[in-house]
């Protein structure tokens, strides 16, 4: 069965440090990769999502990731992070078996400390 | 930009009750999907819907779970017989395609069973 796995279950950064979230997926075929946010108390937002193309995609808020297929591997990085980046981190995998189901890591959480 | 819209933002029920969460996808999309996120963990998947009848279904979606798209702009989730641990929020999410798109998601209903 596919599975997403998140390296971290908490980080913890002062803010201007640079972030980099570990993202690896087992499945085998095409697949779309996405990075969502979660805000205390909010919704989803996606932040970036890879298709095809160019391996290294940009985001909203000055994030991105790297999709590195042989790694099987979607990490996402910021250089310089802001408090108001406190939020959970959930990276997902899509595949176009079984109606495109979503398929969640277990989220990391990001503490940015001012 | 178009939404997911959901209704109820936040629902309070007694135990063995049912519930009817409420989700309108946007307009052109065709596959329809419910998450759920107990407080403090990941989201998982409850169920993929496509030209009306349900693509997929994990664990959690027992018996006690129903879809439904009565009119073509609705797309609800019906618990029978709430449980306390039912207790999550519920996100219904919405994509065009089952691959090579983006999937929205609604800003979620809380669902308290007390």
């Known amino acids: 069965a596919q599975s997403v796995s998140q390296h971290n279950h908490h980080v913890i950064l002062s803010e201007a440090a640079s972030l980099e979230l570990g993202c690896n997926y087992s499945y085998g075929g095409t697949v779309n990769l996405f990075w969502y946010v979660q805000y205390p108390g909010q919704h989803l937002q996606l932040l970036l999502k890879?298709?095809?193309?160019?391996?290294l995609v940009k985001g909203i808020k000055g994030f991105e990731a790297e999709f590195i297929k042989s790694k099987f591997s979607f990490n996402l990085r910021k250089p310089s992070v802001q408090w108001s980046d406190t939020a959970e981190y959930f990276c997902a995998v899509r595949t176009r078996n079984q109606g495109g189901k979503l398929i969640f890591g277990q989220g990391t959480e990001l503490s940015v400390k001012p | 930009e178009p939404e997911v819209t959901q209704t109820p933002s936040h629902q309070v029920t007694q135990m063995g009750q049912e519930v009817i969460l409420r989700c309108v996808p946007i307009s052109n999309h065709l596959y329809f999907y419910w998450y759920r996120q107990i407080l403090g963990q990941k989201v998982e998947f409850l169920v993929s819907?496509?030209?009306?009848?349900?693509?997929?279904k994990s664990e959690i979606f027992d018996d006690q779970f129903s879809v439904e798209r009565p009119d073509g702009s609705n797309f609800t989730l019906k618990i029978r017989s709430t449980k306390l641990e039912d207790s999550a929020m519920y996100f219904c999410?919405?994509?065009?395609?089952?691959?090579?798109?983006?999937?929205?998601f609604g800003e979620g209903s809380w669902l308290t069973v007390v």
């Open positions: 890879y298709f095809s193309g160019d391996p």
């Open positions: 999410a919405s994509s065009e395609t089952a691959s090579g798109n983006t999937i929205y």
């Open positions: 819907f496509y030209n009306n009848e349900i693509s997929e």
